[in-house]
């Protein structure tokens, strides 16, 4: 059982921005995709971003040009850098690890939450 722990969630001010950080408990080469959603209250948990395994990344129409997923294998990490903040990124964010063919994520971190208010 792989365990994923998000870091760095907190308080921001629109505008600003916050860096959030999954350590898995194994190495994350075997993971195919490994990325975020988000869940506000009331609403359906969001995809956010993703970094595949052979390089590239994908992120929502909502986030792309203000946050930036990186994928380190040799520390088995990856980080969402979340810039230009907007009240809207509001949610507690889940990082994810899924290995190729799956149809959804296999394995979830606990969550952390972000809040963004002036």
């Known amino acids: 059982q792989v365990k994923l722990v998000e870091s760095g969630g907190g308080l921001v001010q629109p505008g600003g921005s916050l860096r959030l950080s999954c350590a898995a408990s194994e190495a994350i080469y075997t993971f195919d995709s490994m990325g975020w959603y988000r869940q506000s209250p009331g609403n359906q948990r969001e995809w956010v971003a993703e970094?595949?395994?052979?390089?590239?990344?994908n992120y929502a129409d909502s986030v792309r040009g203000r946050f930036k997923i990186s994928r380190d294998n040799a520390r088995d990490m990856v980080t969402l850098e979340m810039n230009n903040m907007e009240i809207d990124d509001t949610a507690v964010y889940y990082c994810?690890?899924?290995?190729?063919?799956?149809?959804?994520?296999?394995?979830w971190g606990q969550g952390t939450q972000v809040t963004v208010s002036s």
């Open positions: 970094s595949l395994s052979g390089g590239h990344s």
């Open positions: 994810y690890a899924e290995r190729e063919g799956a149809a959804d994520p296999e394995y």
